[in-house]
């Protein structure tokens, strides 16, 4: 059975890191791609970053590029987002996602529940 | 970046009635090599994350209720409830996976008349 068990939110000042964490069991985050999606309050899921099962080819949302870091450990099936130069629009819950399926195409069929984060001097 | 419209964007039905919520992208996302239209629907209830309820436009997930559906093709889609049951309630997504970055609607809220 898939669970993805999320922890790593909280308040944080803008300019500050935070990192996300995503302890996977039930599969191996080595052999799936692996997404973050955020959502703000009252708003749509907004994809931000993906990394590849081979864990070489990460693709990140515009909005986030060049501050935010997608990682994993094999060791610890764990998906990480390392988060810098937070901004007030950051301010969302984010969800770790995998694809449904292995084939490379990006529908998600399993999430985490999901951590808040909230960017707030 | 593909943008995916949603209307209504809330709807209330009586239970047992049907639900039709609809999305359309800006662009096509059928695929001529395949002939698939690379479209998901997902449910969100309160306090929880998005559920896949529909995938490649009308292929129900294992565990999904029969009462919906999915169609429509190239850059109109339908999702369909037939027959609302009171679990129902929830908002609901459209999602593109034709090309990256994958977008989602702004969704549908779907509530109990």
């Known amino acids: 059975q898939v669970q993805l068990v999320q922890s790593g939110g909280g308040v944080v000042q803008p300019g500050r890191s935070l990192r996300l964490s995503c302890a996977a069991s039930?599969?191996?985050?080595?052999?799936?791609?692996m997404h973050w999606v955020r959502q703000a309050p009252g708003k749509g899921p907004e994809w931000v970053a993906l990394?590849?099962?081979?864990?070489?080819?990460?693709y990140y949302a515009d909005s986030v590029k060049g501050r935010f870091t997608i990682s994993r450990d094999n060791s610890k099936n764990t998906l990480y987002l390392q988060m810098d130069s937070l901004r007030h629009e950051d301010t969302a819950v984010y969800y770790c996602?995998?694809?449904?399926?292995?084939?490379?195409?990006?529908?998600?069929?399993?999430w985490g529940l999901g951590t808040l984060v909230t960017v707030s001097s | 970046d593909i943008v995916m419209t949603q209307s209504p964007d809330s709807l209330a039905v009586s239970l047992g009635e049907r639900a039709t919520i609809n999305c359309k992208s800006s662009?096509?996302?059928?695929?001529?090599?395949?002939?698939?239209?690379?479209l998901a629907w997902y449910q969100q209830k309160s306090g929880q994350p998005p559920k896949l309820l529909i995938y490649?436009?009308?292929i129900r997930e294992s565990g999904v209720p029969d009462r919906f559906s999915g169609s429509g093709s190239g850059t109109d889609f339908t999702l369909t409830i037939s027959s609302l049951q009171a679990e129902d309630v929830a908002v609901y997504y459209c999602?593109?996976?034709?090309?990256?970055?994958?977008?989602f609607g702004r969704g549908t809220r779907l509530e109990i008349k």
């Open positions: 990394m590849s099962s081979d864990g070489i080819t990460k």
């Open positions: 662009q096509s996302v059928l695929h001529t090599s395949n002939n698939k239209n690379y």
């Open positions: 996602a995998k694809d449904r399926d292995q084939n490379l195409i990006h529908y998600f069929g399993d």
């Open positions: 039930g599969f191996l985050v080595s052999t799936y791609v």
């Open positions: 999602q593109h996976f034709y090309t990256n970055p994958v977008t």
């Open positions: 490649w436009a009308s």
